[in-house]
């Protein structure tokens, strides 16, 4: 058909859905017990806003609604692939998923706990499995020391403490 008879209203764009954050290709989508209650608080947020939109000028309440409906969907993808990791199954010795980590780094300390890339923020000192500090430490206990390349010089790194209980 002619774009000389299409409404100029009815020619929509889709609405920009921001994408959620990286999980590598392959990677399996852990998770904390906080984490998935986190992503289940965030889906019945996103379907009270659906069933609550009310907006009077209908392309505005339509473009919402897919808006939400694509939130809704990339979000039910992550709740179909996540895989919930039990802190009391965790090797209490060694950092792994869930721990929090006391650490030293150039004669500074750090705690940060290990979770899940939808859970991870950086402010709450919860950083995601796949970084690649997290990477590094994953399997070393307490006392050990690795090297960890920080711009192409390698620096120390010492675990301090490591805990399952937050």
Known sequence: MSRG???EEDQ??????PPRAALPAGQTNYVTE???SLLEEE???LEQQRSSNKQENETERRRTNMEI???I???????????????SEQPKDEVRFGATVKYRINNREFTITIVGVDEA??????????APLIKAMSGKKVGEELRFDM???QVPVKILAIDYQK
């Open 5 to 7: 008879f299409v409404k």
């Open 69 to 71: 409906d694509g939130k």
């Open 121 to 130: 923020d950086v402010k709450e000192g919860r950083v995601a499995f796949v």
């Open 34 to 36: 906080r984490g998935m």
């Open 12 to 17: 929509e764009e889709a609405p920009f859905i």
């Open 43 to 45: 889906k019945a947020t």
């Open 73 to 87: 969907r990339l979000l039910n993808e992550r709740l179909s692939s996540a895989r919930i990791i039990a802190m």
């Open 151 to 153: 711009g192409g010089k």
